[in-house]
């Protein structure tokens, strides 16, 4: 069983830039979480998609975007970066609708913006 | 805003028992009690969940207060690998996000 894998490891941007990360799922699972996490603090929720939409947002602008792909493969998109957004970004699959169950984390993406 | 609250930091010595608190006065009678773990360098990972009684599985111990308000991860006896900043969660059911606090570092000490 293949666990959650994230790409690329680290990325460095400048302010103003675009930034997609990617996220492979999973095996199985049909819900994917992202989460962005400053240094020193907890991951925060970015939004949640489950069967290719959009399940729940948190509180962050519409310069932060995703996509689910048919195979649950997901991207998070970020547009017109800032220097607040220099953060590890998570992943989470789980395997349904209800995620009572256990979220399965990826080991992030590092992004740093200059 | 996360619902619970947990000490900053503890320290442990190994293979000694580590017990760390969790604190959730607002706690409804839907939301169930979730512990994750964050490793260096990792994404965080599941420990144990519950809702009323006391829970054990290979990784823990959780021992929920009896007006739920407050639980208890139990490590029976730490390793260094266990050293992570460990997360009290509140979960309802659904399509709910994982709210996370700051959570607690734990260190042990060889």
């Known amino acids: 069983e293949t666990g959650v894998t994230q790409s690329p490891t680290h990325l460095i941007k400048t302010r103003g830039q675009q930034v997609t990360l990617r996220c492979s799922s999973q095996?199985?699972?049909?819900?994917v979480s992202w989460y962005q996490q400053a240094l020193g603090q907890g991951p925060q929720f970015i939004f949640q998609y489950y069967r290719e939409e959009e399940n729940g947002r948190g509180n962050f602008p519409p310069r932060f975007s995703g996509l689910q792909f048919p195979n649950y493969s997901s991207e998070l998109n970020v547009n017109a970066l800032e220097l607040d957004d220099s953060a590890l970004y998570l992943c989470?699959?789980?395997?349904?609708?209800?995620?009572?169950?256990?979220?399965?984390f990826g080991p992030g993406t590092r992004l740093t913006v200059l | 805003d996360a619902k619970t609250t947990q000490p900053n930091s503890m320290e442990s010595n190994e293979e000694e028992p580590v017990h760390l608190p969790c604190n959730h006065s607002?706690?409804?009678?839907?939301?169930?009690i979730h512990w994750y773990r964050q490793l260096p360098s990792q994404g965080p990972e599941y420990v144990i969940h519950?809702?009323?009684s006391n829970v054990n599985n290979r990784m823990a111990s959780l021992a929920i207060a009896e007006d739920r308000k407050s639980s208890t991860l139990i490590l029976h006896r730490a390793t260094l690998r266990d050293a992570a900043v460990y997360y009290c969660i509140l979960f309802f059911s659904g399509n709910t996000p994982l709210v996370f606090g700051k959570g607690t570092r734990l260190s042990v000490i060889a």
């Open positions: 989470a699959s789980s395997g349904g609708r209800e995620i009572l169950n256990e979220q399965f």
């Open positions: 519950g809702l009323t």
């Open positions: 095996s199985g699972h049909n819900t």
């Open positions: 607002t706690i409804s009678g839907t939301d169930y």
